[in-house]
């Protein structure tokens, strides 16, 4: 029999020191290859944050096989942990696609439990290990970060087997599997929701969580609406599924769904505003740069320097400084406040509640009106679309009081639809103008050799 082969990394304090790629061979398998390999590419990053060197690109790619090949591990083990599960609850039995003891309800704690461990090894083996900043914040945000995204990607698969098999029971109606059958369904939710979840926890970024945040609240205030005991919620505003009229699962789901989307919230600020404190330092030196060639110039031209430019140029330096830290307020506290909202309902304490959901508001209000003052050299298409959801936004606010044109449900859900709209587009913006910074930096570290290239022809 063959034996298998891995990828062998060795790295040794020169190497680290040097810059230099790891030695890789692929005979002899070694369990801590992943972590090395992300390590360097760690060490890469860190060393070179506005640019990324033909090292780091290697390592980054050999980084990725191994994960695939990690995750395909785990859907293996995810599928013989549902498989094994179903042989032992169904022996004997015709289980339906859902309802009491079915397939749907079996096939939701497979996948909850396949998808938290899978995320586990992903998030701690590999994520964790290529963003080693992460791992220097302190040890309580670590810990709310960890659990938060394991509530997030176990629900996600939770809910998914349960609506999944809910709709396949709609369109089979009364159908039954024996128990073979039943237990390769749960295999494969096993297998799928490990394979996923692992996946997502290697190579979590800002815009993944963007997206798993939209997912998993979309998520949770559906099942919440589906679960409500009074169905006629949606006349008053969303908060009514979070209190105990709405009935105990709608409850727990609403109020969970909340409070742990907006410690997903904090997760992700810590994302977007890293790469930001990374443009924000060019965009100074950029500055900086400008200012001491206008100052040069008019030195040239009229001998000395104007007595009104250094004051001019202070002005200019803090109008064009960015403001990272009030990007980072505002988003912490639209986290806290949502979780806030989750924390107190409305049937326990309505000013509270009224007071979370306002101060969220307002952080959201104050993000859209102050980017141009508190990203200054970002794209101006984006100042406008920030403009723009600000008008939207109060423009709605103002067709429920004191129009009365509609109820507050309607409120909410254009507000929820204006909110992921605008972060899903800022985190792109962000993606691009850090790409550009990556672009420049390439350019001008390769425009020495060009230069000799051209000065030899």
């Not at 090395?36 to 070179?48: I, M, V």
């Not at 094994?84 to 309800?105: H, K, M, N, T, Y």
């Not at 913006?429 to 390769?446: F, K, S």
Request: glycine letters at 10%.
């Amino acid at each position: 029999m063959a034996r298998s082969r891995r990828w062998q990394v060795r790295l040794d304090d020169d190497a680290a020191e040097t810059g230099e790629l790891p030695e890789v061979t692929d005979t002899t398998p070694t369990h801590g290859a992943a972590r090395r390999l992300a390590a360097f590419a760690a060490s890469e990053e860190a060393a070179h944050p506005a640019t990324t060197t033909p090292e780091q690109r290697e390592s980054q790619a050999k980084l990725q096989v191994l994960i695939e090949s990690r995750a395909i591990w785990s859907a293996i083990i995810g599928g013989v942990l549902g498989l094994g599960f179903g042989l032992v609850v169904f022996p004997g039995e015709r289980p339906a696609l859902a309802g009491d003891g079915s397939i749907q309800f079996f096939g939701a704690i497979v996948g909850g439990v396949t998808a938290g461990l899978a995320f586990l090894l992903g998030y701690s083996l590999n994520a964790r290990m290529a963003n080693i900043w992460l791992g220097e914040r302190p040890r309580i945000r670590q810990l709310l970060d960890t659990v938060s995204l394991l509530v997030v990607h176990s629900s996600i698969a939770v809910m998914g087997a349960l609506g999944l098999f809910r709709v396949f029971q709609e369109a089979f109606v009364g159908l039954t599997v024996d128990y073979i059958a039943g237990a390769v369904l749960l295999c494969i939710v096993g297998a799928v929701a490990a394979y996923f979840s692992f996946n997502s926890g290697a190579r979590i970024n800002a815009f993944s969580l963007s997206t798993l945040l939209g997912v998993f609240m979309a998520s949770g205030v559906l099942v919440s609406m589906l679960f409500a005991e009074n169905p006629f919620w949606w006349h008053v505003m969303f908060s009514e599924l979070g209190t105990g009229q709405a009935g105990l699962t709608s409850f727990w789901t609403f109020n969970t769904t909340l409070v742990v989307s907006g410690a997903i919230i904090t997760t992700l600020t810590a994302f977007i505003t890293r790469d930001l404190e990374t443009w924000a330092e060019h965009v100074r030196r950029r500055h900086v740069r400008r200012l001491q060639h206008e100052r040069e110039a008019r030195r040239a031209v009229r001998g000395k320097v104007p007595l009104s430019l250094p004051l001019r140029q202070a002005v200019s330096r803090h109008i064009r400084s960015p403001r990272i830290r009030m990007v980072r307020i505002g988003m912490i506290g639209m986290g806290a406040s949502l979780a806030g909202v989750g924390l107190v309902p409305v049937n326990l304490h309505n000013e509270v509640h009224a007071t979370f959901t306002a101060l969220f508001g307002l952080f959201f209000l104050m993000l859209l009106i102050g980017m141009p003052y508190w990203l200054p050299g970002f794209p101006r298409t984006f100042y406008l679309l920030s403009i723009i959801a600000a008008g939207v936004l109060l423009f709605a606010g103002s067709l429920w009081w004191p129009i009365g044109y509609y109820n507050l449900t309607s409120l909410e859900l254009i507000g929820a639809a204006i909110l992921f709209s605008w972060l899903i587009v800022f985190i792109r913006n962000i993606a691009a103008v850090v790409a550009e910074l990556q672009g420049e930096a390439d350019a001008a570290r390769h425009l020495p050799d060009e230069e000799r290239s051209a000065g030899g022809g």
